[in-house]
């Protein structure tokens, strides 16, 4: 009997060494590393001063991250005209086909109609006024700018095909879980409403969380910091407990 209890006491602080090990895993190699020398110490202390914690890891202004150009401008309401005009065009336009329950082909059909009877009146105002008839504009799709259009959609595709690859490979477990329960959380929320509505939610949400985040960003930062270093803390108490008794066979043939 004593012996058992000799077996379980280590293998209960195995665990807590598991999770301490995880959490605090390069502090020891880097304050070895520190205490060689002054300069080492005073190099140390200013990299950790200028390198500051931001939301997912990020490098480049929020500016760069939504890929920079007018789009990112209207995002960040650098013209307050410019984006007012697109969130107002969305409003309208999720209000007549969600709150009015208008259908496109009828909307179509009444533009068509409306600028048909707009262009006769314009194209006969001799009969009307004694003047030479307004000359009606041609209007045309210029071709650059749909295939420009096009290449950057097949990019983005090509992009992310790769990307589901490795994911669907199983290689890195923690990318693979985070996938799966983003994949959730949009399925339960499409649930809740229409393809219409989750659009203009996701492009109202474009218009207002960057231009906030980017207005108090040290502040979400410093939150955010927090919040990561709890979630590392309960994913290594998962790992701990979960993840390292799966068989290592299993493993193998994952990576394989």
């Given at each position: 009997m004593a012996d058992e209890h000799k077996h379980e006491e280590p293998a209960g602080e195995s665990v807590k060494e598991k999770i301490t090990e995880k959490i605090h895993g390069h502090d020891s190699s880097s304050s070895s590393s520190s205490s060689d020398s002054d300069d080492d110490k005073k190099s140390s202390a200013s990299s950790l001063k200028t390198k500051v914690f931001r939301l997912f890891g990020r490098e480049k202004p929020?500016?760069?991250?939504?890929?920079?150009?007018?789009?990112?401008?209207?995002?960040?309401?650098?013209?307050?005209?410019?984006?007012?005009?697109?969130l107002g065009g969305a409003t309208a336009i999720w209000v007549l086909f969600e709150l009015?329950?208008?259908?496109?082909?009828?909307?179509?059909?009444?533009?068509?109609?409306?600028?048909?009877?707009?262009?006769?009146?314009?194209?006969?105002?001799?009969?009307?006024?004694?003047?030479?008839?307004?000359?009606?504009?041609?209007?045309?799709?210029?071709?650059?700018?749909?295939?420009?259009?096009?290449?950057?959609?097949?990019?983005?595709?090509?992009?992310?095909?790769?990307?589901?690859?490795?994911?669907?490979?199983?290689?890195?477990?923690?990318?693979?879980?985070?996938?799966?329960?983003?994949?959730?959380?949009?399925s339960i929320v499409g649930s809740w409403c229409n393809f219409l509505t989750l659009f203009y939610i996701v492009f109202v949400l474009l218009h207002t969380v960057p231009v906030i985040y980017e207005k108090y960003e040290d502040r979400v930062d410093s939150f955010s910091e927090k919040a990561w270093a709890e979630i590392k803390k309960q994913y290594a108490v998962f790992d701990a407990k979960v993840l390292s008794k799966i068989p290592r066979s299993l493993k193998d043939k994952k990576k394989a």
């Open positions: 929020v500016h760069k991250v939504l890929g920079g150009g007018k789009p990112a401008d209207v995002f960040l309401w650098r013209n307050k005209k410019i984006s007012a005009g697109v009015l329950e208008y259908h496109l082909l009828t909307l179509v059909c009444h533009c068509l109609i409306v600028a048909l009877a707009v262009l006769f009146l314009w194209s006969n105002a001799s009969t009307f006024i004694n003047k030479s008839p307004p000359r009606i504009p041609e209007v045309y799709i210029p071709e650059e700018p749909v295939l420009q259009l096009a290449s950057a959609l097949r990019f983005e595709i090509n992009r992310a095909f790769p990307l589901l690859r490795e994911i669907a490979s199983g290689r890195d477990l923690k990318k693979f879980l985070s996938v799966i329960a983003g994949l959730w959380v949009v």
